[in-house]
């Protein structure tokens, strides 16, 4: 047997407490974390074929570039931590999707509009907004082929 899979299998069989632990934390944070995220989503905010810019803040750019590194970093951490549990228990797609979409990278607003147009995520989504009294999120408009030229 390889050695780096006989040194996973070690690891697994020493650390399985915490890492059911955690993959358990990270399940239930998520079940918690989800419905209020998605009602805090605007309305409109799919309803554009370009991510609106964001009103720049009145904070000092130290403290504004400190959070968005601190975002990022955070993101990173869940993408890491989602590919790992791919391939160990855990909720490895939902944490690798939740590190994408906290972190600031070119191309995210596209794979959220990717995202909210597969069959059944936006009327999962707008179920959840309609219970929690929200407006129902605005479905993308399809650019025609001749605008994305």
Request: with cysteine; hydrophobic share 50%; glycine share 8%.
């Amino acid at each position: 047997m390889p050695e780096i899979i006989t040194t996973a299998i070690g690891f697994f069989d020493q650390h399985a407490v915490w890492l059911v632990s955690i993959s358990l934390a990270c399940f239930i944070a998520g079940l918690a974390l989800a419905p209020l995220l998605v009602i805090r989503i605007p309305a409109d905010y799919f309803s554009h074929p370009q991510r609106e810019p964001l009103a720049t803040s009145a904070r000092h750019p130290l403290i504004r570039l400190t959070l968005a590194g601190a975002k990022n970093l955070l993101g990173g951490v869940l993408v890491l931590a989602g590919l790992l549990m791919l391939v160990t228990p855990g909720q490895g797609l939902l944490t690798l999707l939740a590190g994408l979409v906290i972190m600031n990278y070119p191309g995210k607003f596209a794979l959220e509009r990717w995202l909210i147009t597969r069959p059944r995520v936006l009327p999962a989504i707008n179920w959840l907004r309609r219970r929690r009294g929200h407006p129902p999120l605005q479905a993308p408009r399809r650019q025609s082929r001749d605008a994305a030229d």
